[in-house]
């Protein structure tokens, strides 16, 4: 039976298939592509349950690992690919595809379809989300670290790819980040901490030869790790801290948190699943595997007032984060800064050793606050199409049109522009109401109580410090969660939008409905067992202990960071209970009290922000407001120095066009531009020269030699002419003229010829006589 | 008696005179004359030979009468030359007749 | 000197002279005159020379036949109206010259070579002879003939050239 755990590798596989399924062959269909988004999901839940429940009743044969294939076997056996389904992975199986089947089901209405504004990307974004669940679930059931970041550094393409979904949008105010730098901005913070998790990828696998978790958390692997020196501090040490660096960009925690309330430009269902649900999660994820190496780890290192380095980074950012929630107008932001907070809380949970404590935050936080999300998404759906029907319905119609179109930009997540929305939005308002109450740790009857109390609980018995600020966090976030629910629902309706704001279509309020149910019951299945008496079983944390009571039991002198949980359990301390529970009520009273028993009027200033005012911390109020300036600091130190250094370069290397006096653009040329046009110019000048010395010497050589040539023929042909011809015509002259000298001989004349006979005769014979008288 | 040589000299006179005669004139009847001079000359020639070297033959006497026929034909073809001359040429001077010239 | 030697003196000039006569006369008639007076001299030396039947065949053919003919020939040529033409060409000196040239070379031959001897007997019959040698067939026959044909040649030729065209 144990071995259907085997078909886990299923579970991500539909959606991946969901997401080729959608480019190639369904995105003109838009009810095809949701139909098959969905189906894919819908597959993948039905099978995370079975591996949940079969998993769940053979509790005692995890952790499970298969392996399903071997990649690059090339004798050498590096590399297998398996599944590996622990208590951890678990849980995290049973809310994922619960939680984004409700978020891909809401995405339906919230894409408006089916109507006149029915996104014209439609597809395509149920298409990333597909791909963004296969990230996430592949990332959980898989048996190695290096698929973990494969999955990891996909689910980090697809908050870009959604985070900028609408790329297009731009607003009037230059100072508020577009949806396109909000997805750049996420993607380059997160891959600042994803670098510092390849660092400790690449020292584990140095060090360990391989990053399979049944090696890496093998017990000699870690006693190794954590007796290696490195860098003045063990092996172990470097690698949590390197692992830990990706958790931080990923989960949002300070310092680089900037990314994630920009982020929220990104449409609500992006928030809720990226935001909430799963993205952010990843990071806590990673802290929950990678555990065993956090429990070998030296303490002192990067540790503050006692508190151990990654517990000092969460429960700073937990405060941190919670006081900027108090001065956020957006309603999205308000939700955006309470994730980071509570993050903070799970890791701070997890750097105190509160393992177990740590998980279940995180499973519930993603319940109620995804269902927060998409219950601030319909809200701001409602107040959008109430923003329409004031338009289209004429009220003002014609001054309004006018003020709008000259860039008074309507803002449908202020709440400020919201009120009243109680009476319009009832199912909206129940489910955010039931997330908020839950945000808040509204005792007993919600989620977030049991597990938030869970962590302060084991803060109290291990670091004081770490209990009293996360307690004070609670209760601000207590505090600004009311506030939220005030503006938002009570009262009256500030704007013309807000008076005319439906409530939102069935697709949406239903997994709205579904999600509140989670969020108040699901944190039953944790209830310490001391506050009960043992009646109850705390199941949860005897499930999800486990895990590491199977890991972490066998060395001694690992200092026990984490080893207290087997004490806590059976100690039951109602003390850091109440004081818990003191905080949150008082919180959430106090917000009332400011913001509900009297309802804010449209333009009242932000009644926190007043009464600073008035006691001269109004400068602190506008910091909050502007996120202490980390993002500006970031923007000047890194961004701007970048984008100088970048001109510089430029400059140096190829120049830039200067504008004149007269608005002309003269050509500037840069150093390395300047030296390869001097290349240029000396090679051409070079050139002109030697065309010189060519044309003038060498020709004129060439000339020369011809001219003699021709000189030399000539005068050979005057020889030629003269003399051959010479002694040629001479001859014939010579034999015409002979001719002519002898043709008189023959006159014609017989007397003549006769004359000359008788002469010859006469000659003849007196030569005869004169020979003969001899 | 007079000696051969006599009449050897005056045949040579005679042949001579009819050379001159053959080589100057001008008019082609007066050349034939010149001619016909000479051929006396020979035959004096001959007979004077016959008369002093062998009387007895008669070859000397007959050479003497071949000549004559000889000179009579000669005599007759010339003068029809120079008939037909004077038809076409129009003149018996030879100095004029001179298309072979050249 | 002989009666013989005196004669031939006479006969000789006359011939000579008249010769000269023949060469030198512009006009041609005359000339044609003075070659019979000529031929007259040349049979009295034929008559010295005790060769009788030439001296006749003289008359008759040279004087008879050639002389008549030469004056016919003249006649149809019409050249003797001219009187004003010279006689001679133009190369009448180198002419004479060779003449003389010629003359003085066979006249120191005649004397230098001893040929003379004197005469034999001349035979009675001498036409006889003649005769008789003329058609012996062993004899001159031949050149009779022969001379007979080319006289029938000659006569032909003659004929055919002068003819009227």
Redesign the interface.
Same mark, same amino acid.
């Given at each position: 039976m144990v071995n259907l755990l085997n078909l886990a590798w299923l579970i991500p596989l539909f959606p991946f298939l969901a997401f080729l399924a959608v480019p190639l062959f369904t995105h003109r269909d838009r009810k095809l592509s949701h139909s098959v988004v969905i189906g894919g999901i819908a597959v993948a839940f039905v099978l995370s349950q079975i591996v949940f429940w079969v998993a769940v009743t053979h509790h005692s044969e995890l952790p499970f690992e298969s392996t399903v294939v071997h990649w690059l076997s090339a004798g050498v056996e590096r590399f297998t690919l398996g599944v590996y389904i622990d208590p951890a992975a678990t849980i995290m199986i049973f809310m994922v595809p619960l939680v984004c089947m409700m978020i891909f089901i809401y995405s339906v209405g919230y894409m408006n379809f089916g109507t006149d504004e029915v996104d014209p990307r439609y597809s395509r974004f149920f298409c990333y989300l597909s791909l963004f669940a296969t990230g996430m679930l592949g990332m959980i059931v898989f048996n190695n670290l290096l698929t973990f970041f494969i999955f990891w550094e996909i689910m980090g393409t697809c908050s870009y790819l959604l985070i900028g979904f609408w790329y297009e949008k731009k607003y009037p105010d230059p100072d508020k980040i577009t949806p396109k730098g909000a997805g750049l901005k996420a993607f380059i913070v997160t891959k600042i901490g994803d670098l510092f998790f390849m660092l400790g990828l690449a020292l584990l696998y140095a060090e360990v030869d391989s990053l399979a978790y049944k090696d890496i958390f093998n017990p000699d692997t870690l006693e190794h790790l954590a007796h290696t020196p490195f860098l003045g501090t063990t092996m172990a040490t470097a690698v949590a801290f390197l692992l830990f660096g990706g958790t931080v960009g990923k989960s949002a925690q300070f310092p680089l948190h900037v990314w994630l309330p920009d982020a929220m430009e990104g449409p609500t269902p992006v928030s809720a699943l990226i935001h909430a649900a799963t993205m952010v999660s990843a990071g806590v994820f990673l802290v929950v595997r990678m555990f065993p190496i956090l429990q070998h780890i030296d303490p002192s290192v990067l540790a503050l007032g006692g508190i151990p380095f990654v517990a000092l980074i969460g429960t700073f950012t937990a405060i941190f984060s919670s006081i900027m929630a108090v001065a956020q107008d957006d309603i999205k932001g308000v939700l955006a800064y309470s994730t980071i907070s509570q993050l903070g809380y799970m890791v701070a949970a997890l750097g105190i050793g509160a393992y177990v404590a740590g998980a279940f935050h995180l499973i519930t936080h993603a319940f109620f606050k995804a269902l927060l999300f998409l219950s601030s998404g319909s809200v701001i759906h409602g107040v959008e199409h109430g923003h329409h029907h004031a338009h289209a319905h004429g009220d003002h119609h014609d001054e309004h049109e006018e003020e709008h179109e000259e860039g008074e930009w309507f803002n449908p997540n202020d709440m400020m522009n919201m009120g009243g929305l109680l009476k319009r939005m009832p199912r909206t308002a129940t489910a955010f109401i039931a997330g908020g109450l839950a945000l808040s740790g509204l005792p007993v009857i919600t989620a977030g109580f049991w597990s938030k109390d869970e962590i302060l609980a084991q803060a109290w018995t291990m670091n004081k410090a770490v209990f009293w600020t996360l307690a004070v966090a609670a209760g601000l976030t207590a505090f600004y969660t009311a506030r939220q629910l005030c503006l938002t629902f009570l009262g009256e309706p500030r704007t013309e939008a807000a008076k005319h704001a439906p409530e939102s279509v069935p697709s949406m309020t239903v997994p709205l409905l579904i999600l509140a149910v989670f969020a108040i019951c699901l944190g039953w299945v944790g209830i310490p067992e001391g506050l009960t008496g043992g009646v109850i079983p705390n199941w949860f944390h005897h499930f999800v202990g486990s895990t590491i009571e199977a890991h972490g039991h066998e060395a001694e002198h690992v200092i026990r960071v984490a080893g207290h949980l087997s004490e806590a359990v059976h100690e039951f301390d109602w003390t850091p209970m109440l004081i818990g529970t003191a905080f949150g009520l008082g919180g959430l009273l106090l917000g009332w009290l400011v913001y509900g028993w009297k309802p804010m009027k449209a333009g009242e200033m932000d009644r926190v922000e007043a009464g600073m005012r008035k006691v001269g911390l109004g400068w602190l109020h506008k910091a909050m407001r502007n996120r202490f300036y980390f993002d500006d600091l970031y923007d000047l130190l890194f961004v701007r120095t970048s984008i100088g250094i970048a001109n510089l370069f430029d400059l140096f290397d190829y120049g830039q066009p200067i504008k004149q006096d007269d608005g002309t653009l003269v050509e500037r040329h840069g150093v390395i531009d300047g030296l390869i046009n001097l290349f240029g110019r000396v090679g051409r000048g070079l050139a002109q020269i030697s065309d010189w010395f060519d044309s003038k010497i060498v020709d004129g050589l060439v000339n020369l030699i011809g001219n003699a040539g021709k000189l030399s023929s000539q005068g050979l042909d005057v020889f030629d002419l003269k003399v051959v011809d010479g002694v040629v015509n001479g001859v014939g002259s010579v034999v015409r003229e002979g001719g002519n000298a002898l043709r008189p001989i023959q006159s014609g004349r017989v007397q003549n010829y006769l004359l000359m006979a008788s002469m010859t005769l006469v000659g003849l014979i007196v030569a005869f006589f004169l020979i003969i008288s001899r | 008696m007079v000696p051969l040589e006599w009449y050897l000299v005056l045949a040579a006179a005679l042949f001579c005179i009819g050379t001159y005669g053959v080589l100057a004139r001008r008019n082609a009847v007066a050349v034939l004359m010149g001619v016909e001079l000479m051929l006396n000359a020979v035959n004096i020639n001959l007979v004077a030979f016959w008369r002093y070297l062998e009387p007895g033959g008669a070859t000397g006497q007959a050479f003497a009468l071949f000549v004559y026929a000889v000179a009579a034909a000669e005599a007759a073809v010339g003068l029809a030359l120079i008939i037909a001359l004077w038809r076409t040429r129009d003149t018996v001077v030879l100095e004029d007749v001179d298309l072979l010239q050249g | 000197m002989?009666l013989? /030697?005196i004669l =031939?003196i006479i006969f000789?000039v006359l011939?000579?002279g008249a &010769?000269?006569m023949?060469?030198v006369r512009r006009n041609?008639f005359h000339?044609?005159l003075f070659?019979i007076v000529? *031929?007259f001299g040349?049979a009295g030396? !034929?008559v #010295?020379?005790?060769?009788p *039947?030439?001296a006749a065949? /003289?008359l008759f +053919? !040279?004087i008879g036949? +050639?002389s008549i #003919? +030469?004056i =016919?020939? +003249?006649m149809?040529?019409?050249?003797l109206m001219d009187p004003e033409?010279?006689?001679?060409?133009? /190369?009448?000196v $180198? @002419?004479?010259l $060779? @003449?003389?040239?010629?003359?003085l070379?066979?006249?120191?031959? &005649? *004397?230098h070579h001893n040929?003379?001897?004197?005469?034999?007997?001349?035979?009675e019959n001498?036409i006889v002879?003649?005769g008789? @040698? #003329?058609v012996d067939p062993e004899g001159?026959v031949l050149?009779f003939e022969v001379?007979s044909v080319?006289?029938l040649?000659?006569?032909i030729? &003659?004929?055919?050239? &002068?003819r009227e065209?």
């Open positions: - | - | 002989t013989e /030697q =031939f000789g011939t000579l &010769a000269l023949v060469v041609v000339a044609a070659l000529s *031929f040349v030396l !034929y #010295l020379l005790e060769a *039947f030439l065949m /003289q +053919i !040279y036949g +050639i #003919l +030469i =016919f020939a +003249i149809l040529t019409h050249d033409e010279p006689g001679a060409n133009r /190369q009448w $180198v @002419a004479a $060779v @003449a003389v040239a010629l003359c070379v066979m006249g120191w031959m &005649a *004397f040929v003379g001897a004197s005469p034999g007997p001349v035979p001498t002879l003649l008789n @040698a #003329l001159l050149p001379a080319l006289l040649v000659a006569l030729g &003659a004929a055919t050239i &002068a065209r």
